[in-house]
């Protein structure tokens, strides 16, 4: 099909373009004036307060800060180097198909990054120092994304226990319970995940956080089946999750009028998987959870469901020094709305298209990241006007590439096979994505107000 033959070109295609882009990047003398007038105080700063200093700051995940002209300088090059490649910030989701309208878009606008390259080319001066922008306050501890944001301090927050993680030390998936602290049944608005504390962050790859229910059997999602011959994907999808995270991961936004309902009596169930990083660490996870206020209870639910790239489940297998391909196919049994998009890899995990097959026959790419980064599982929160809705009879067609080979700088050994497992030098490939299932005349109802468009609606980016 035309979307899937397109995934395999498309990573080459971009490398193609940046190789252009260098081509053509030196300026003339007409563009030198215009580039001289671009400074760090004036033009540079504003830019990495909004989309950079969140990390580039002291005891913050990123190598370096970027708040003052003296730590950025240094890094004038790397810098350009990183924006114009799209590789910083990271929000890695092609901007040529699919949906491109988005709640948390982090990106640089293509003015934002002409401004960058325009100031590492004049050589990076600094500028009137009068023209900084007042600073930002700095994070001092372990922030929830969803404050940053704006939504204010969550209303529940249900930690598990911890773990010492050795120094030195095979992969560990620890699995604690916790009690949810509620005598009424509540209805979630959002939900954020984070490591217990910052040096956690640094050993916790993933944590899920689902669900023991007590009397809710709404909560089990029913709406997909998978495609493949075995069917742990729909064992693993049937079981309620509040979420999914994972490195470099904020919040789950659902959609207005819609969340996941919590009942008194009601557990989590964590599953933690922790590595070792040469140093002893302590940590476990927390789960922040933003409620609805009594009385604006939504009507649907939104189950997370993880779109398997996969045919079987131990359907991997990727050769030493090669790049490899898999697929998977999940059916939607119900009218479908879908609200954000999560690719999940491990450390050989390339790129991820995830394409709709509409029951005429048509095809729709409704995703596609080709420059996934472990360290940043970015989650894609479509805006309410983009989230694409399909009929049942759909097929979500989830296309997964793999480099095992040198070029890929997270590769621990390029000489070595790969298959399938949970350990981070084994391999999977998961399309995380909330949906909502919509009734017949809901379904309608939203095509119509869409012009009669199914599935992603056509908008014109703002990059």
Not at 1 to 15: D, I, K, N, P, Y
Not at 221 to 241: E, H, Y
Not at 359 to 364: A, I, L
Not at 438 to 452: F, I, P, Q, S
Request: glycine share 8%; proline share 7%.
């Amino acid at each position: 099909m035309a979307g899937s033959r397109s995934l395999a070109f498309r990573s080459t295609l971009a490398v193609a373009g940046l190789l252009v882009y260098a081509a053509v990047s030196v300026p003339t003398r007409a563009a030198e004036s215009i580039t001289a007038s671009v400074t760090f105080s004036k033009d540079v700063a504003p830019i990495f307060q909004a989309k950079c200093q969140e990390c580039h700051q002291p005891n913050s995940i990123a190598p370096m800060a970027l708040i003052t002209y003296q730590d950025a300088r240094p890094w004038a090059r790397a810098i350009k180097e990183r924006v114009a490649a799209r590789q910083m910030p990271p929000w890695h989701i092609d901007q040529s198909v699919g949906v491109q309208h988005f709640k948390n878009d982090m990106s640089l606008s293509d003015a934002q990054i002409d401004t960058i390259v325009k100031w590492v080319d004049a050589g990076a001066p600094q500028g009137d120092p009068k023209d900084m922008p007042p600073p930002k306050a700095l994070v001092t501890d372990n922030e929830w994304q969803g404050v940053k944001d704006g939504f204010g301090a969550p209303d529940l927050v249900i930690r598990s226990s911890e773990y010492t993680m050795p120094a030195r030390h095979q992969d560990v998936w620890y699995r604690p319970m916790s009690d949810i602290p509620l005598t009424e049944p509540r209805w979630a608005r959002m939900v954020e995940i984070r490591p217990t504390n910052m040096k956690g962050r640094r050993i916790v790859h993933h944590s899920i956080a689902y669900l023991v229910l007590n009397n809710d059997p709404e909560a089990v999602n029913t709406g997909t089946a998978n495609g493949g011959v075995r069917d742990f994907t729909d064992l693993v999808n049937r079981r309620p999750q509040l979420m999914e995270w994972a490195i470099g991961k904020g919040y789950d936004l659902f959609r207005e009028g819609t969340g996941k309902l919590i009942v008194p009596g009601e557990k989590i169930s964590w599953d933690q998987h922790l590595h070792a990083v040469g140093e002893e660490i302590t940590a476990g996870s927390e789960i922040g959870i933003w409620l609805y206020p009594k009385g604006q209870e939504p009507k649907k639910r939104s189950y997370l469901v993880g779109f398997t790239g996969l045919r079987q489940r131990e359907f991997v297998d990727i050769p030493p020094n090669s790049i490899a391909t898999t697929d998977g196919f999940t059916v939607l049994k119900e009218n479908t709305l879908i609200t954000n998009f999560q690719p999940h890899f491990h450390l050989r995990g390339k790129a991820m298209q995830v394409e709709a097959i509409l029951p005429d026959g048509s095809n729709q790419i409704v995703s596609y990241v080709g420059r996934f980064n472990f360290n940043w599982m970015t989650n894609y929160i479509y805006a309410d006007d983009a989230a694409p809705v399909f009929p049942k009879g759909t097929v979500i067609h989830v296309s997964a590439v793999y480099d095992n080979t040198k070029a890929n700088k997270f590769n621990p050994d390029p000489d070595q096979w790969v298959g399938y497992g949970d350990r981070t030098v084994d391999e999977m490939a998961h399309a995380w994505m909330n949906v909502v299932y919509l009734t017949d005349a809901e379904y309608a109802d939203m095509v119509k107000t869409r012009g009669g468009r199914v599935g992603v609606v056509p908008t014109t980016g703002t990059h």
